[in-house]
């Protein structure tokens, strides 16, 4: 199969073979060496997460074609074609999902080299309408932020002298006061650290913020906004239990490591064991149950900032 709707099942690599449609008869033939390099480089221009959401989509897409029996040269480049599929998950999917697999499709074609000939007035307006239609029932109810209160409840349940829980409470402090998302400061499976991706010791340094006040910073490797160069987050000490910098001493103190180790990585009886995101989510569902705090999610660490900041500045 030689279009560009070969390899839709390789569900979140993004990574099919790229198809080059002549315009030029001067244009020079590409080995399918060069075209396999470019297919690495420019997917690496996508974070993982964001290729795994990608996948998703082109596999739901390719199941569609399949069971309306659309032929391959109808599927890419796309056209009427895709207006019919986002309507047609209409009520099964959310409009936020299919505002991501149309984004995806999109940078598919861009991969392969094909024209994108979707206008966007009446692309964008399918999520929407989507979202519009979709019942009550089939929304998330809102997430409870985070708050000091919380961290200080959190505190008050863990063990900080216990390796997994100091570096848990380390974990959610850092998170949260330099705003961060978890699944920056932790890793998805214990087999995929990459210290150029995933934080580590040394990537913690202290400095001063714009009015020359200490802060503790933190470089990201990468990010869902910086893959490639990262970012730099930071926070400053605080004055209660929720306190940032104590909890991180304190993870030091109990997970000692070497500057190469995981950042938040601690001490399992057979060695090191990464901090797992699937870990901390945990831990905050048990702790949210124990105090009757009602959704209180992962994502919930990072969405209290607005709330706290306009709090914080009123007093």
């Given amino acids: 199969m ?4 070969s390899g839709y099942h390789q569900v979140g690599t993004v990574s099919a073979r790229r198809t080059v449609t002549a315009v030029d008869t001067h244009d020079l033939t590409i080995s399918d060496t060069q075209l396999n390099r470019i297919l690495i480089v420019m997917g690496a221009s996508w974070a993982l997460s964001t290729k795994e959401t990608y996948g998703a989509g082109l596999l739901v897409f390719q199941v569609y074609c399949d069971s309306h029996q659309i032929q391959e040269n109808q599927r890419c480049p796309i056209s009427s074609t895709l207006l019919a599929f986002l309507s047609s998950c209409t009520g099964a999917y959310s409009g936020s999902s299919l505002g ?12 392969h080299g094909y024209p994108w000939l979707e206008r966007t007035n009446e692309l964008k307006a399918i999520p929407d309408g989507a979202t519009a239609l979709a019942p009550p ?5 809102k997430r409870n932020p985070f708050t000091p209160a919380i961290l200080i409840s959190m505190h008050e349940q863990l063990d900080i002298n216990d390796p997994k829980d100091a570096a848990i409470f ?5 998170a949260f006061y ?3 998302r978890l699944g920056e400061l932790t890793v998805p499976a ?21 009015n020359l006040l200490p802060v503790t910073i933190f470089h990201l490797p990468s990010t869902k906004s910086s893959p490639i160069k990262g970012e730099d987050a930071y926070w400053a000490a605080q004055e209660d239990l929720s306190d940032p910098k104590a909890a991180l001493t304190n993870h030091l103190r ?3 490591a070497e500057n190469s180790a995981h950042l938040f990585a601690w001490k399992h009886p057979k060695g090191l064991c990464l901090l797992l995101k699937k870990e901390v989510i945990k831990h905050i569902t048990t702790i949210a149950s124990i105090a009757h705090i009602p959704n209180l999610k992962g994502h919930s660490v990072r969405i209290h900032w607005n709330t706290f900041r306009v709090a914080y500045y009123s007093t």
């Fill in 170 to 174: 380390a974990c959610i402090t850092a």
């Fill in 100 to 111: 991501n697999y149309a984004t995806g499709l999109k940078a598919w074609h861009l991969l």
């Fill in 178 to 180: 330099s705003v961060a």
């Fill in 137 to 141: 029932s089939s929304k998330r109810a």
């Fill in 190 to 210: 214990l087999k995929d650290f990459d210290p150029a991706r995933h934080i580590t010791c040394g990537n913690v340094s202290e400095g001063q913020d714009c």
């Fill in 254 to 256: 109990v997970n000692a």
């Fill in 2 to 5: 030689t279009d560009c709707t």
